[in-house]
């Protein structure tokens, strides 16, 4: 059984910097497409960023790109996403995940962890 622990959420000004934290267990997160998601009040839960496990290839949500890396730290069993020049729309609650398709897709993904808010003043 895999369990993912986010941490890391927090309260930010606008163009501040936050790092999540996805702390893996049960298996090493190289088996995996490891996601990113986020979810605003009123709205679906919506892609962000992953890396593929084995290899590190990464993909990012349009709104995303050049702001947010995603990255992983086999040693640790961890996956982070750095966030920078945050902005008010990128307040969230953020939830890794972890599935075995490269997907943007929530439904692709088995396995996921509680979620940490991130939020962002204007």
């Known amino acids: 059984q895999v369990q993912l622990v986010e941490s890391g959420g927090g309260l930010v000004q606008a163009g501040g910097s936050l790092r999540l934290s996805c702390a893996v267990s049960?298996?090493?997160?190289?088996?995996?497409?490891m996601g990113w998601f986020r979810q605003a009040p009123g709205k679906e839960r919506e892609f962000v960023a992953r890396i593929r496990g084995s290899g590190g290839s990464t993909d990012y949500a349009d709104s995303v790109k050049g702001r947010f890396t995603i990255s992983g730290d086999i040693a640790k069993n961890t996956v982070y996403l750095q966030m920078n020049s945050l902005k008010p729309e990128d307040t969230a609650v953020y939830s890794c995940a972890a599935g075995s398709f490269r997907s943007m897709r929530p439904s692709e993904y088995g396995y996921w962890g509680q979620g940490t808010q991130v939020t962002v003043s204007s």
């Open positions: 049960g298996r090493t997160f190289s088996s995996y497409f």
